[in-house]
Each structure stands twice: as structure tokens, then as C-alpha cells.
């Protein structure tokens, strides 16, 4: 657990760093981030009792992964290391116990969170992971996926305007989604295996090269 925790903080780090080198001390609102992902993770769980809906899991647990990646940067503070931080992090999953809260009351209360404390609270994210039925290794699996999923956005003319999204008539996050679901997150090339995947994918132009 405590490995897992390091690795996904230090992908975490590398990716902030990337769009800012500076980013621990620029103290970003990341908890705005991740409050807004609560509202969109409710719309694809569904929320209109005036007409028929069903939740759609798979991408309410890919926005369960994005609110991740905006909690755990949120968690950062300067002085503070990685290993430190894992160590926080890791004794709130110690001592955390399940309420039992829906998915819709339980994002409500991760949002209310971020909104009162301008923070991020690792309970309410757990609470919110046993309402989705999503355990920690899958959580490991999906979070290096998307986080190598935005390097390749990056590496393909993200921050340019550059990226396609849409491949073959569906988004990126769907062709990410089938190849995390044939690969061994255990394996040590994991996510350069990932990466690998989605160059195999993504459109080229008549020169052939990517983005």
C-alpha cells in the first residue's frame, strides 16, 4: 500500500511539475478541481428522478481516478515529502471506517469537504470508493493509466491545442479503458506498456507522425 502510494505521488508530482515547475508553492486551488469532478461523476451516475437513468459506472469510477489526481495534489505542502506525505495519507486508510454512504451521498460529502476545507479529505475519498464498489488496487491500476494517458495528451499537443481526442468515433478515455483492461498493472513496464498502446492507437497525419 504504502509503495503504491509513493508511486502514484511521485507520478502526480512529475505531471504537476511538467505544467509548472513551481507548482507545490503556487498553492493552485486544486480542491476547486476536484469539488467540479464530484459534479460531473454525479451526472454519469445519474441524479434526475423525472426520467430514467442508469449509472454508468465505468465512468464514475474514471472520475473517481480524476478526482484522485486533483486530492492527492491538493495534499502536497512545501517541505513535505513524498515519502512523508504517503505516510498521511496511508494512516487515514488505517483508521478510516466505512459509513455505508451511497455514491450520491457520498460524493456530496467529498464536495462539501473540498468546499469547507479547501483541501481534500482521504476519508470521504475512501467513503466514495466503497459507494462505487472500487477497491485500492483498481484504483492503482486507473490512476497510472490516466496519468499516462495526460503525458501522452501532453507529448501529442495537448497544452497547444493540437490533441485529438476522439479516435475512431470515441475519446481517448475509452480506448484507455480497454487497454488497462488486458494488462497486468503488476508488471513492471506497466505504464510504459500503456503508453506504448496508445501510440499503436492515436491518428497520425499524412506525414506519419502523431497529434
Request: proline fraction near 2%.
Amino acid at each position: 500500500m504504502k509503495q503504491a502510494l509513493v508511486t502514484m505521488l511521485t507520478m502526480q508530482d512529475r505531471m504537476n511539475t511538467r505544467v509548472h515547475p513551481t507548482w507545490i508553492e503556487q498553492n493552485f486551488e486544486w480542491y476547486r478541481a476536484a469539488w467540479i469532478e464530484c459534479g460531473e461523476l454525479i451526472d454519469h451516475y445519474g441524479y434526475k428522478w423525472w426520467k430514467k437513468q442508469v449509472p454508468d459506472m465505468g465512468q464514475v469510477r474514471l472520475e473517481i481516478v480524476d478526482i484522485w489526481h486533483f486530492g492527492m495534489s491538493a495534499l502536497f505542502r512545501p517541505g513535505q515529502s513524498i515519502d512523508q506525505l504517503a505516510d498521511a495519507i496511508n494512516a487515514d486508510i488505517d483508521n478510516w471506517q466505512a459509513t455505508g454512504a451511497d455514491v450520491l451521498t457520498a460524493t456530496e460529502s467529498l464536495a462539501q469537504s473540498c468546499l469547507e476545507s479547501k483541501s481534500f479529505s482521504v476519508i470521504c475519498f475512501l467513503d466514495l470508493m466503497a459507494a462505487a464498489e472500487m477497491d485500492f488496487p483498481q484504483l492503482f491500476k486507473q490512476y497510472v493509466g490516466k496519468n499516462v494517458l495526460n503525458f501522452f495528451r501532453q507529448d501529442h499537443g495537448y497544452k497547444e491545442g493540437h490533441y485529438i481526442k476522439t479516435w475512431q468515433g470515441r475519446e481517448d478515455n475509452e480506448h484507455l479503458t480497454e487497454i488497462l483492461d488486458v494488462l497486468d498493472s503488476s508488471q513492471a513496464d506497466f505504464s510504459d506498456e500503456v503508453y506504448r498502446q496508445l501510440s499503436q492507437l492515436y491518428p497520425c497525419d499524412e506525414e506519419g507522425t502523431s497529434g
